[in-house]
């Protein structure tokens, strides 16, 4: 698989973790720019499921300092490219 | 008020020629097992009344002739599970402090090489009729000492009374309708109160007792039909894995039993339905009890509705919630009554009472029809910012997954919000289930706050010598 065909994979399956984490959400509500205080239900317990899905599902670990800076999709898929 | 001898010595002298004891091919009549009873206990009469005498014997009719020869002697007997591990050996004979360690011939590699002050070790072959004077146990008595399994903290020393054993097997024989038409299978432990309750019970009312000293599925079945056995009493795993793993055998053996009882607190649903659909006319009951207050309750699987109850209290038991620690009807289980322990051995901890209510350390509520629920322990319970979330509802959604052989909830300390969720996970053999298909699942099936943030994939936990998982080694 080509680099392009990884970067849409990891874009996919953290889309895809966004979604499990925020069961209401809609695919025209989704936007990867979009930030935490634009999601109703986002808040600290959500955002310890984000992370923990994320963690587990690329084998990774973030610190403290990711975990405070992760507030949109965008930022989520950054740090985790970072980490791969 | 009776002693445990009088079980005994009633029911040979209304059926001396009825078989009371059967243990592989050996069968024993009332008035035989009486016999060497007070024989052995000959032998015990040279020990001080209320001296402890130990037991490390696999369920076989030479414990249960020592046992009773022990309560006919006066002595106390401190019974030791098989499975027990040394440093835990040691521990409760440094603490019961025995006069005499007896084994049987199998069991006695185990005692022989532990520590003992003023004591001597013998196998049960060892013990010879003496002549000796008889001596009469009263009510007040302690009869046997149990160690707590060690779920939660170091095993403590519970004795219990004479009358106290009378008053729990007279309310099992009533509950359960137990008579002395009775044929009971035990494949149980009978150093463990469930099993001893069981042979009391059998003894109290003049019923067959039939020994299972191996509690695989199909020796259990065929002795069923060899017997003609009426009532069987066994672990929640073991009918579980009878239920699933050899139905059609079962169909066929349990269908005439007019009674299955078992001991948990958490016995799977699906068992249950599978077991109820078996029995033509009989019943399947459980009861929710510590060792230090034995059967306190009792459920009979009547109705679908209250599948996940363990019942209403039992007679002359009072249990209530106290909503302390938790809220909504739910809290702390307190009993009162004849059933429950005095103090714990020599007093070496103090018992958790209050105006003679014992706190059990577990959660639970009454439903509206005043039957009783069990949540989790007090000590389990994990503190999330301040909501109290008991471990066993993480643990009973996660169960539902395939590949999952057990899981664990424990707290994990967390600087935002106190504790959060950890989960130990035991995957069943060739599983390929990760931990992102148990957090999905979680996050669809849990409130947010309930979803692990860790999971740790383990090979086994840690355990006590009774099987039951060490929680509190689990947490940090």
């Known amino acids: 698989m080509n680099s392009d065909g990884l970067k849409l994979n990891l874009d996919d399956d953290v889309k895809k973790i966004f979604f499990e984490t925020f069961p209401l959400l809609t695919e025209s509500d989704f936007d990867w720019e979009k930030t935490q205080n634009n999601y109703e239900d986002w808040d600290s317990f959500a955002q310890l499921n984000l992370i923990t899905l994320t963690e587990a599902k690329f084998e990774i670990n973030f610190s403290d300092d990711e975990i405070t800076s992760i507030n949109s999709a965008k930022s989520l898929l950054e740090i985790t490219k970072s980490k791969l | 008020m009776n002693t445990i001898d009088r079980f005994l010595t009633d029911s040979s002298k209304a059926n001396p020629e009825k078989i009371a004891l059967i243990d592989d091919d050996s069968k024993f009549t009332f008035s035989e097992l009486e016999e060497k009873v007070i024989k052995f206990s000959s032998f015990l009469n040279q020990f001080e009344e209320k001296s402890v005498i130990s037991l490390l014997f696999e369920n076989t009719?030479?414990?249960?002739?020592?046992?009773?020869?022990?309560?006919?002697?006066?002595?106390?007997?401190?019974?030791?599970?098989?499975?027990?591990?040394?440093?835990?050996?040691?521990?409760?004979?440094?603490?019961?402090?025995?006069?005499?360690?007896?084994?049987?011939?199998?069991?006695?590699?185990?005692?022989?090489?532990?520590?003992?002050?003023?004591?001597?070790?013998?196998?049960?072959?060892?013990?010879?009729?003496?002549?000796?004077?008889?001596?009469?146990?009263?009510?007040?008595?302690?009869?046997?000492?149990?160690?707590?399994?060690?779920?939660?903290?170091?095993?403590?020393?519970?004795?219990?009374?004479?009358?106290?054993?009378?008053?729990?097997?007279?309310?099992?024989?009533?509950?359960?309708?137990?008579?002395?038409?009775?044929?009971?299978?035990?494949?149980?432990?009978?150093?463990?109160?469930?099993?001893?309750?069981?042979?009391?019970?059998?003894?109290?009312?003049?019923?067959?007792?039939?020994?299972?000293?191996?509690?695989?599925?199909?020796?259990?079945?065929?002795?069923?039909?060899?017997?003609?056995?009426?009532?069987?009493?066994?672990?929640?795993?073991?009918?579980?894995?009878?239920?699933?793993?050899?139905?059609?055998?079962?169909?066929?053996?349990?269908?005439?039993?007019?009674?299955?009882?078992?001991?948990?607190?958490?016995?799977?649903?699906?068992?249950?339905?599978?077991?109820?659909?078996?029995?033509?006319?009989?019943?399947?009951?459980?009861?929710?009890?510590?060792?230090?207050?034995?059967?306190?309750?009792?459920?009979?699987?009547?109705?679908?509705?209250?599948i996940e109850s363990v019942g209403k209290p039992s007679d002359g038991i009072e249990i209530k919630i106290d909503t302390k620690i938790k809220n909504d009807h739910i809290g702390e289980i307190w009993i009162r009554g004849p059933n429950v322990l005095d103090n714990y051995w020599k007093k070496e901890y103090s018992e958790n009472k209050s105006n003679d209510w014992l706190k059990t350390g577990d959660i639970g509520k009454f439903d509206d029809d005043g039957f009783l629920y069990i949540l989790g322990r007090v000590d389990d319970l994990i503190n999330i910012s301040g909501e109290k979330v008991y471990p066993q509802e993480i643990e009973r959604i996660v169960k539902v997954l395939s590949g999952i052989d057990e899981v664990v909830a424990v707290p994990m300390k967390h600087k935002s919000f106190g504790e959060v969720v950890k989960l130990f996970v035991k995957k069943s053999v060739d599983s390929e289930i990760n931990a992102s298909d148990i957090l999905s699942y979680c996050i669809k099936n849990l409130e947010r706050f309930k979803v692990p943030a860790k999971i740790e994939f383990v090979e086994d936990f840690p355990r006590t010598d009774y099987g039951k998982i060490k929680r509190f080694m689990l947490k940090e």
């Open chain 2, 61 to 306: 009719s030479e414990f249960v002739i020592s046992y009773l020869g022990i309560i006919n002697s006066g002595c106390v007997a401190h019974l030791i599970p098989t499975g027990i591990s040394q440093s835990n050996l040691q521990h409760q004979i440094s603490s019961a402090q025995p006069k005499l360690v007896l084994s049987s011939e199998s069991y006695f590699y185990r005692i022989k090489d532990i520590e003992l002050k003023n004591s001597e070790k013998l196998k049960f072959s060892d013990v010879k009729e003496l002549s000796s004077k008889y001596k009469t146990p009263l009510p007040t008595d302690y009869a046997y000492l149990i160690y707590t399994s060690g779920t939660t903290s170091t095993p403590k020393g519970v004795p219990i009374t004479h009358s106290s054993c009378d008053f729990s097997t007279k309310n099992i024989t009533k509950t359960l309708h137990y008579s002395e038409n009775d044929i009971d299978l035990l494949p149980l432990q009978m150093s463990h109160s469930f099993g001893l309750g069981c042979l009391h019970t059998s003894l109290y009312v003049g019923s067959t007792l039939v020994l299972q000293k191996n509690p695989k599925p199909m020796d259990i079945l065929e002795s069923i039909k060899k017997h003609n056995v009426t009532t069987l009493a066994a672990i929640p795993s073991t009918l579980s894995n009878i239920v699933s793993n050899y139905y059609d055998d079962s169909l066929n053996s349990l269908s005439n039993l007019r009674l299955i009882i078992t001991n948990s607190t958490f016995f799977p649903s699906e068992t249950i339905r599978k077991l109820r659909g078996m029995l033509k006319t009989g019943i399947v009951a459980t009861y929710y009890g510590l060792t230090e207050a034995s059967r306190s309750t009792f459920m009979i699987f009547n109705d679908d509705n209250k």
